[in-house]
T-cell receptor, first 113, second 113 residues
Framework: DVKVTQSSRYLVKRTGEKVFLECVQDMDHENMFWYRQDPGLGLRLIYFSYDVKMKEKGDIPEGYSVSREKKERFSLILESASTNQTSMYLC????????????FGPGTRLLVL | GENVEQHPSTLSVQEGDSAVIKCTYSDSASNYFPWYKQELGKRPQLIIDIRSNVGEKKDQRIAVTLNKTAKHFSLHITETQPEDSAVYFCAAPKGTGRRALTFGSGTRLQVQP
């Protein structure tokens, strides 16, 4: 059974703080993804990684960076949090190849004050 | 890059009726189209997908149809039940090796008992 976990379910941060969101998967998946989910906007891809130390920008990378030092772990970093980054953040993973199912984590609801 | 549009944004049906959700995509090279279901407070999960070498795929009460010429695909749910109430997302592949997905904005389906 695939398991994708995220470090926090809820997080409250101040504007300007550096924020780390962590995602861990236990299925040896090559691909990992970070999305943000906002009402009416669906799931928007921030960054993804298809191998350790490899990353590729998604649709909305501005204000975010990522790190993948180990295959099972993918971190999303908000260098200087802003109120417009208040959102639900979802991590996902999948194995290599076209058409592989993405398995999502439970999400982190981030509030930036 | 790939752009996916999804309609309608909300859909209310009576229990037992059918529901249809439609998506259009922009990249004619796209060849894989999954649908994800997200129940309230839960993570998105894959419910069905279709590849471009077939025009229709069924799994019990759900089916997906694909029209490559028109670049649109649809989700059909027959004999709807209250447990079908959820947000549904369509998606199409993007990025290096088409490993990532671009999601539609989502359709909130409400099945009235």
């Amino acid at each position: 059974d695939v398991k994708v976990t995220q470090s926090s379910r809820y997080l409250v941060k101040r504007t300007g703080e550096k924020v780390f969101l962590e995602c861990v998967q236990d299925m040896d998946h090559e691909n990992m993804f970070w999305y943000r989910q906002d009402p009416g906007l669906g799931l928007r891809l921030i960054y993804f990684s298809y191998d350790v130390k490899m990353k590729e920008k998604g649709d909305i990378p501005e204000g975010y960076s990522v790190s993948r030092e180990k295959k099972e772990r993918f971190s999303l970093i908000l260098e200087s949090a802003s109120t417009n980054q208040t959102s639900m953040y979802l991590c996902a993973s999948s194995s290599m190849g076209l058409g592989e199912t993405q398995y999502f984590g439970p999400g982190t609801r981030l509030l930036v004050l | 890059g790939e752009n996916v549009e999804q309609h309608p944004s909300t859909l209310s049906v009576q229990e037992g009726d059918s529901a249809v959700i439609k998506c259009t995509y922009s990249d004619s090279a796209s060849n894989y189209f999954p649908w994800y279901k997200q129940e309230l407070g839960k993570r998105p999960q894959l419910i069905i997908d279709i590849r471009s070498n077939v025009g229709e795929k069924k799994d019990q009460r759900i089916a997906v149809t694909l029209n490559k010429t028109a670049k649109h695909f649809s989700l059909h749910i027959t004999e709807t039940q209250p447990e079908d109430s959820a947000v549904y997302f369509c998606a199409a592949p993007k990025g290096t090796g088409r490993r990532a997905l671009t999601f539609g904005s989502g359709t909130r389906l409400q099945v009235q008992p």
